[in-house]
């Protein structure tokens, strides 16, 4: 059976989950998004937050003040509501290098997509990437644009003891982790900018939802000289 998008799905006693495709677009996230910039100035029933994924949408609600039928009503409206396209968001820049050890699976990236490694450091380059979602753990944002060339599925086990700030792929998506942790994805090079932000400092983490993302190469003496210490 096809689904009729958007789809809303009731999520415990505080939640409608709205979805608005089932594989990963634009113009699938920009509806994600227009309902999230107008959840921030329309009144909805009971709203406590919204947290935005690839396509789909999760809406908390205070269940004393509302339920699933009231909220995915007020939902309908804001949807169907005549309205421009989401703010672009910002470029944001993310300074890589790509030297051997501290991109430990870029020979066999190359290998399997039949590219030098020049080749896949140039495709990982030219991406269009955008940040979709955050989730996981702090700051881990998930980012989609990887070109076709070098798109491989995750690796079959995980490798533990990543080092924090490692470039990574997997399938169309991309992150750069932000504490040391395992990961199945290919580890294709190193990033000495700052993405998760201290407590005390005005916003928590580099990207917004809806960001674009511009990677830039640098070589080892930059990296060692920003690298946090």
Request: glycine residues 8%; proline residues 7%; charged residues 25%.
């Amino acid at each position: 059976m096809t689904l009729r998008y958007p789809v809303f799905r009731p999520v415990a006693d505080h939640g409608v989950l709205v979805e608005f495709g089932d594989s990963i677009s634009e113009a699938v996230h920009d509806a994600v998004l227009r309902l999230d910039a107008r959840l921030s100035r329309e009144a909805v029933p009971g709203f406590l937050e919204a947290v935005p994924a690839y396509v789909n949408i999760l809406v908390r609600f205070d269940p004393l003040a509302a339920d699933h039928e009231a909220v995915e009503d007020a939902l309908r409206r804001l949807i169907e509501a005549p309205g421009a396209s989401p703010a672009a968001g910002q470029e944001r820049e993310v300074r890589v290098c790509y030297d051997a050890d501290l991109a430990p699976d870029l020979s066999d990236v190359a290998k399997a997509a039949g590219l030098s490694e020049e080749a896949v450091i140039a495709a990982h380059l030219a991406g269009d990437y955008r940040v979709y979602m955050y989730g996981f753990a702090p700051g881990f944002a998930y980012l989609a644009g990887v070109p076709e060339a070098i798109r491989l599925p995750r690796k079959n086990a995980p490798v533990r003891d990543v080092a924090a700030g490692s470039v990574v792929i997997a399938g169309p998506q991309c992150l750069v982790t932000t504490l040391v942790m395992p990961t199945g994805w290919w580890i294709i090079g190193r990033s000495p900018t700052r993405i998760l932000y201290g407590e005390e400092e005005e916003r928590p983490v580099l990207f917004d939802v809806g960001d674009r993302v511009r990677f830039t190469r640098i070589g080892r003496a930059d990296f060692e000289a920003e690298a946090p210490r």
